[in-house]
């Protein structure tokens, strides 16, 4: 294999002292306890796992974390009753709603309820609007892994070609914005683009965010480009036993190593860096709500 391997689970881990760190400053110097509220309807296992390592990792960096576990029967005012009285506690810094919700509860009502200074997630309309002109907030947490990977990796990314494969708020979108702020070409791809793979082929820097296992072939990849893969997605694995499964990208991770300059892994890419972006943005949202300038160094 050619390409080097971008250690999202290492990054993740010096990222986490830093926060420590800032922490450990903002309490001493401050007064402050950065705060994070994770809230979470029903019983989806994939989310209850996810929030409880949320959970473990704001208490390991020295945060108050609170944990809401409401059922699956609880009523959208309900919800909305919480996350008003989140927004109005001063030990809260940020809150998270655990998507999905159950259907009837409207996702869309309860993140424009959160309090656009709380919102860690970078969802709330306000904190789009200040991502896409530039102000300081928090920052989508899974764009925002991939472009300190990025950064790490390459340095300065001014100039380069950026191939953006998937439009979601979520992660596209976000990852464009971003992308374009560090002065890339950036170009947004999609179920509609035509000839994907030419499209590819020209990038310096590849992002993979549709979720299709190993879509991208490895060659499209242009020799040297540095690959982010953010796609997780689980598909069966017999060979590990009948009824076995793993997770793979949106990369055909092996073929692409052999051409790439470097590439993330899945897992242990660009998934551990999401829940530490979380963290880094309560250190924000914790900053900018007291009056603080935020640290620079969560962001690079
Ligand atoms: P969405 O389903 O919201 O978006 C997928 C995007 O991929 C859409 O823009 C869609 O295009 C595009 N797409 C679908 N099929 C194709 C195709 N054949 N060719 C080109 N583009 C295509 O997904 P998300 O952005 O939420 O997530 C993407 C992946 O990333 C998933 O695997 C998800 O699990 C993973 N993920 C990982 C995270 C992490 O922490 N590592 C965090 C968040 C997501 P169109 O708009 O035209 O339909």
């Given at each position: 294999m050619a390409a080097k391997i971008i250690d999202g689970k290492l990054f993740a881990e010096g990222l986490r002292g830093r926060i420590a760190g800032h922490v450990a400053r903002l309490k001493s110097e401050h007064g402050i306890t950065p705060g994070l509220a994770v809230v979470i309807v029903g019983h989806d296992p994939g989310s209850q796992v996810y929030v409880a390592q949320k959970a473990k990792q704001t208490v390991e960096v020295g945060m108050h974390s609170e944990k809401y576990e409401l059922p699956e029967t609880v009523s959208e005012a309900e919800v909305l009753a919480l996350v008003e009285k989140l927004n109005a506690?001063?030990?809260?810094?940020g809150i998270l709603v655990q998507l999905p919700?159950?259907?009837?509860?409207d996702s869309l009502k309860i993140i424009q309820t959160i309090s656009p200074d709380k919102d860690v997630d970078c969802f709330t309309p306000a904190s789009v609007g200040k991502l896409v002109i530039g102000l300081p907030g928090p920052v989508s947490c899974t764009p925002l892994g991939c472009l300190m990977l990025l950064r790490d990796q390459l340095g300065s990314l001014s100039g380069l070609d950026a191939v953006i494969i998937g439009r979601s708020n979520l992660v596209g979108k976000p990852m464009a914005q971003l992308l374009l702020a560090d002065s890339c070409t950036v170009t947004m791809a999609h179920s509609?683009?035509?000839?994907l793979a030419e499209v590819v082929r020209r990038a310096d820097i590849v992002v993979a965010a549709v979720?299709?296992?190993?879509?991208?072939?490895?060659?499209?990849i242009k020799p040297g480009a540095t690959v982010i893969d953010v796609g997780i997605n689980r598909i069966d694995a017999p060979e590990r036993g009948e009824g076995k499964t793993r997770l793979v990208g949106d990369v055909d991770y092996a073929a692409a190593a052999e051409v790439a300059g470097a590439i993330t892994p899945v897992?242990?890419?660009?998934g551990p860096m999401t829940i530490a972006c979380l963290l880094a943005n309560t250190i924000t949202t914790a900053s900018l709500i007291n009056g603080l300038v935020p640290p620079s160094d969560l962001t690079a």
């Open positions: 506690d001063p030990a809260i810094h919700v159950p259907k009837h509860i509609r683009t035509k000839n979720g299709r296992p190993k879509m991208i072939q490895g060659d499209w897992p242990g890419g660009v």
